[in-house]
């Protein structure tokens, strides 16, 4: 049997190599490097799969959370509300911009905030809300956006991990993830849904007022050659990056479907086992599975996590502290309750392998191996 990874990238490029190295030798030979032609066409390509008015690319994930902080106008002191069990990234740069990260705690079935949670957290300085949909499910959006309307809140979704998942709202409407918001941020760091080689990120706004200033701070803050309205930074994606995305986004739904259909094998064949808690699935988000995340029972997660590293098959801890809970955050931020449920998790979360190439020995293979534990 094939090695056992979180993630098989070059099983992915194998299979559409011709096409992705047809691609990047057009760039090396057009040395066109940063602002090509592909840096465009991924963006008008990209806002038409998620039905969005302005997608502006940039370098990362972490640079587009940023950029989007920067152009809604905040001024030191203001505090914007984050889940503390998240990626870093997500609070970091509330914290490098001098605003405040308030932490609050998640949902225990979603892992994400909720309108309830966002409600009790909000102060006179409150001024954003980042809903992560973390592992690839969405956020209850329409609640938070009802509560964000009602407070006068900028909403700035993190959609690093959820790229291509639906969100539909009472009315049956349906939406891609990080459309729904102010600004959407996602990253294209090579193991997330829709990744490059190397790393990259994008924007999504359906405001023009929003997009021209997100274009603006991207670009040093410039509105024209040597015009320089804003202090801004410098985030491009690169010319190579955008080419291979553009090629990657034709199979975006595809990789989405055999996420889904790992996930669905895990769930048939581990939901009855005593000592863990499959993910729970939404009723108004699809699920894309960046992330199948497990809750084990008994405080056995650290056990069953050497135990299947012992029989070859990886496991991981998305995430192990608190963001709170970080020396980095403990001079700034305000942190909203107990932070019980999030305390829990990182306590007892273990995310599975899932990836697009996953083989059926493979995951015979973990669910097996899962099950001998538990024995
Ligand atoms: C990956 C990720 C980011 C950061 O993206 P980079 O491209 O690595 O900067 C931010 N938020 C979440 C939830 C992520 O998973």
């Known amino acids: 049997m094939e090695k056992i990874q979180m993630v098989d990238l070059k099983g992915q490029y194998t299979k559409i190599k011709l096409s992705i190295d047809s691609a990047i030798a057009d760039c090396i030979d057009n040395t066109a490097f940063i602002n090509g032609p592909q840096v465009k066409v991924f963006a008008e390509n990209l806002a038409a799969y998620l039905n969005v008015h302005y997608v502006i690319p940039c370098a990362n994930g972490t640079d587009a959370l940023q950029i989007a902080m920067m152009a809604i106008g905040l001024e030191r002191g203001d505090e914007v509300i984050v889940p503390a069990f998240t990626y870093v990234a997500t609070a970091e740069v509330i914290g490098l911009l001098g605003l405040v990260p308030v932490m609050v705690d998640v949902d225990s079935q979603s892992f994400n905030i909720t309108a309830d949670i966002i409600r009790a957290a909000i102060s006179p300085k409150t001024k954003a809300i980042v809903p992560v949909h973390l592992f690839g499910q969405c956020a209850d959006m329409a609640a938070i956006m009802e509560v964000a309307k009602e407070h006068h809140l900028y909403v700035i979704e993190d959609t690093a991990q959820a790229l291509g998942a639906d969100y539909t709202f009472p009315d049956n409407t349906t939406t891609k993830a990080g459309t729904i918001g102010d600004i959407g941020c996602t990253s294209f760091f090579p193991s997330k849904n829709l990744g490059c080689y190397g790393d990259g990120g994008a924007l999504f706004t359906n405001s023009e007022e929003l997009a021209n ?54 769930d048939k064949q581990l939901g009855n086992l005593q000592g863990l808690t499959i993910p729970a699935r939404s009723k108004n988000s699809s699920h894309v599975f960046h992330q199948y995340t497990l809750i084990v029972n008994n405080y056995k997660r650290d056990e069953l996590k050497h135990y299947l590293e012992n029989k070859g098959i990886p496991a991981m801890i998305y995430y192990p502290i608190p963001l709170n809970e970080q020396e980095a955050f403990s001079q700034i931020g305000r942190v909203v309750g107990t932070l019980s449920v999030t305390r829990q998790l990182c306590g007892d979360v273990l995310s599975l392998p899932i990836h697009t190439e996953m083989l059926q020995e493979q995951l015979d293979y973990i669910v097996d191996s899962i099950r001998s534990f538990f024995k």
């Open 213 to 266: 200033k997100i274009r603006m701070i991207a670009n040093h803050g410039q509105v024209k050659k040597y015009v320089h309205k804003y202090i801004g930074i410098n985030s491009r994606l690169d010319t190579i990056q955008a080419a291979i995305l553009n090629v990657k986004l034709g199979h975006l739904d595809s990789y989405k479907v055999a996420r889904q259909a790992a996930a669905a094998y895990y």
